[in-house]
């Protein structure tokens, strides 16, 4: 059974204030208590359990308004179908994932998840997406002296 984590490993792991932690999508300082803790890897999610809420909320709202793609279907981003995304039996990969944009609330399409969290991992922003592509862009070139 995994243990609670104390209030020192907490202030440890996180940027803890006396008011509390600041959620990573309204920006709002709140108690510990509203964030979700990762107990086995001892880590809090920054984002609060309303903000985490409303999200759900909207996805629930797109995956019914979207309908869910066939068995054709394609990444868009990596081009592969689900059978070749999850080749190796990886359940988080055996479906498609939803993804939206986060400043409108709109859905954008349907990806695997790799796909998914690469793009995530850029936080919606374009610039970071172009500099990624420049990243590897100057490697290839690099390679071809």
């Known amino acids: 059974m995994c243990e609670q984590p104390t209030l020192f490993e907490l202030e440890v792991l996180t940027k ?14 709140q108690p510990v208590e509203n ?7 001892k880590e ?8 985490k809420k409303k999200q759900k909320k909207i996805i629930n709202r797109l995956k019914k308004e979207n309908a869910y793609p066939d068995e054709n279907y ?27 944009c986060h400043k409108t609330q709109t859905f954008r399409g349907w990806l695997c998840s790799n ?15 172009k500099r990624a592509v420049l990243y590897l862009e ?6 071809d002296e």
């Open 35 to 41: 964030f979700e803790h990762v107990i086995g890897k």
């Open 74 to 100: 394609q990444c868009p981003i990596c081009e592969r179908t689900l059978k070749e995304v999850s080749r190796l039996g990886q359940k988080m990969l055996q479906s498609w994932v939803l993804d939206h």
């Open 138 to 143: 100057k490697h290839e070139e690099s390679l």
């Open 16 to 29: 803890y204030t006396e008011n509390g932690l600041e959620c990573n999508h309204c920006g709002v300082v």
């Open 115 to 129: 796909c998914n969290t690469g793009l995530g991992g850029f936080k919606d922003k374009l610039d970071r997406v």
């Open 44 to 51: 809090i999610k920054r984002t609060c359990s309303s903000c």
